[in-house]
């Protein structure tokens, strides 16, 4: 998807400078003087450690399958702009992925398409309801939940976004996570 100017505001609602930012695709901005290019020297201007990982690896990015289980650092923020969403093989993976690379007291900030949006977009659909059983069942709190046109398209453009909060480093199993009803396209 990108950085849109909606993105970008939750972002700053939440990060602190200095916070350390584990961001999945490298992204585009589309919002402001910068719309077109990429995000991380943006964040990096801004004070963050910024680091993209991305299967294209370009501007900086650190080539990674999210579908393959990885060990990162641990980030203050993990940033998840329309990404997941792409995710073929293994979108529990990719989640794992999330929450590893999540300090205890992180935040995990994820906007992707809403089901029923952006048709042919990605392979995952998410709802408001998965955010909810998802953060009861792994044991996160949800600091902020809802939708919203993304660019204006109020047709058949929106998406969910959803602020969690790490608060234990056990993840739940691969059949938890699949009967949390997220929408495979």
Not at 10 to 39: H, M, N, P, R, V
């Amino acid at each position: 998807m990108g950085l849109t100017g909606f993105s970008f505001e939750l972002f700053q609602k939440y990060a602190k400078k200095g916070d350390s930012i584990l961001e999945l695709g490298e992204q585009t901005i589309y919002f402001g003087g910068d719309y077109g290019k990429s995000a991380k020297p943006m964040f990096e201007k801004m004070g963050h450690k910024h680091t993209s990982i991305d299967a294209n690896g370009q501007n900086g990015s650190i080539v990674y399958d999210l579908s393959v289980k990885h060990y990162f650092d641990e980030f203050a923020i993990i940033t998840d702009f329309g990404t997941s969403e792409h995710v073929r093989d293994s979108l529990y993976n990719c989640w794992w992925n999330k929450h590893q690379a999540c300090k205890i007291g992180g935040l995990i900030i994820s906007e992707n398409p809403k089901t029923g949006n952006w048709a042919g977009h990605g392979h995952w659909y998410y709802t408001q309801d998965f955010y909810i059983n998802f953060a009861k069942e792994q044991g996160y709190g949800i600091m902020e939940i809802g939708e919203h046109p993304a660019m204006h398209n109020t047709t058949d453009g929106w998406n969910v976004y959803c602020v969690l909060k790490k608060t234990k480093q056990d993840f739940i199993t691969e059949d938890q996570f699949n009967k949390l009803g997220i929408k495979n396209a």
